[in-house]
């Protein structure tokens, strides 16, 4: 039985959706459809909106060019994939990009070697999945898009996990993946990135 499709209009919006409106205000008051007040009043609501839904009333009535931002549809995150894989990069590298399943258990060793995952076309075997990266003088950078949700739980002995930052905000719904991201960086590092 499939899963329902979740209220995309209760979805988080982005800063790049909320200028994209305040663009259409700025707009429709240079035409003249709104004065200096409308235009504060609504510009106003536009920083302060947090979901699709929240924009709605502030376009309603002007003529757009484009549609009212909607939400990309992502596909579906869990996908049939295998239960678990095991990597080793002893002096040489792992690299996993593009479109991919990631396994409900991933493990990779890093030997004086670099492992390099990207999870932003990735397909996920279970919602949440735990990708354990061992590092003895070597290294692993992981990128994951805005929807997956991470749990850093690794050990750094001289040296360190890392990441996501918050320099890319995440974007989490109900069907959003959990990566849990454990092991020991000896001597080297573990760094997850958040990109787009």
Known sequence: MGELEPDRSRLRISDADRHRVAEILREAAGEGRLDLTELDERLEATYAARTYADLVPITHDLPVQAPAPRPARRPSSVVQGPRSERHLAILGGFERKGAW??????????????????LREAGFAAREVTITVNCFMGGAQITVPPHVHV??????????????????PEELDDGSPTVRIRG????GGVSVERKR
């Not at 060793?109 to 990207?118: E, R, S, T």
């Not at 020991?184 to 001597?187: D, E, G, K, R, S």
């Open 184 to 187: 020991v960086a000896i001597w």
């Open 101 to 118: 399943v990631v396994p409900q258990q991933l493990t990779v060793v890093a030997m004086m070697g670099g492992a390099d995952l990207d």
């Open 151 to 168: 749990v850093m739980e690794g050990t750094g002995i001289m040296g360190g996990y890392s990441g996501p930052g918050r320099r890319v």
